[in-house]
């Protein structure tokens, strides 16, 4: 199948190469990101593969169903960027990567926390500069504190074994409670007890309108004071804006964010020789008690490697059910790789 990727790094192409050696499809690799104006660069391509920063909206996907794109298969979990309902009615079908490796993004959310509760940042910097000196690096002892983890699916409840060898106590909320995130030893709560009760918070849920803004002002005034938000999922799961403020007043005493609302701008790109116009991401950057990664927590070998395999195969899998513009479901796909196994 003819497949045109968009958003493209060297990374990309090097696993996505490597995955298609089983699966012989004609790949042709764009940097741009998928926009309405960029659209064009897919003419002839069966298949648009699509990262977290693409637009995938009403427009842009009308414009690919008329150059002949009757597949989008997404090189990530989340498919918040997807009109799905403008997809379902262009007949494109849309798959994605439900699953690579929540390792990959449950450790990063450590990595936060740790550097963040311990300063490693800021001690870093110091000694390089020959300071050693320990006044403004006092951290806490995780073991006994409380951790609240908003979303206990697959990268949810992968922080809660993590959490659990810190014995940490664990609150849990998600509309969805599940038996398994019980037996880690999560006591769901609702979301105002787990804000208010836990030490540090961290966020696994997916971006939808339910979840948009969800830590708004209101939410960060009920947390515990001082106490350390971290969000690895989607950046408009908080409220920038509101979450400035509750740092500029202390209570919000920690903020570690791998994903930006606004990042479709920045993320991704060299930008260190251009000046910054959000001036919300600029303000973030000034206070020494935030940590800001720029959308990195998948990026481990282990999860590009499966994230490649998992496209392919769905690349395949659509290709091999010859249904090009037919009113091909998710569930259809399933089923033939279900049969398969
Ligand atoms: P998942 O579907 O396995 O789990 C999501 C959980 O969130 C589910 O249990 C669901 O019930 C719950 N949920 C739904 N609505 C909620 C709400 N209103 N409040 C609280 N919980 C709610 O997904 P996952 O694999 O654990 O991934 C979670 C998210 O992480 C993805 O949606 C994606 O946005 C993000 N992600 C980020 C990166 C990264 O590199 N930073 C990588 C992969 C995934």
Redesign the pocket.
Known sequence: MKVAVFSTKKYDQQFLEEANVEHGHELIFFEPRLTYKTAPLAEGCQAVCAF?NDELDEAVLGRLAKQGTCLIALR???F?NVDLEAAERLKITVVRV???S?H??AE?ALALMLALNRKIHRAHARVREGNFALSGLLGFDMYGRTMGI????????VMAEIMCGFGMRMLG????P?EEAKKLGIEYVD?ETLVAESDIISL?????P??YH?INAEMLKKMKRGAMLIN???GALIDTEAVVEALKDGQVGALGL??YEEEADLFFEDLSDKVIQDDVFARLQTFPNVIITG?????TEEALRAIAETTLNNITTFEELDACGEDVTVEALKNVVKARK
Do not use: E, K, M, W
């Open positions: 977290v990530a979990a989340g918040n439900p699953a690579y929540p990959a993004v990063h908003v979303g206990t699916g697959r990268i949810g409840r909320y998600d509309p969805y599940n979301l696994h849920a997916p971006l939808t339910d979840t969800l690895t999922s989607r791998d994903v959308h990195q927590a998948f990026f």
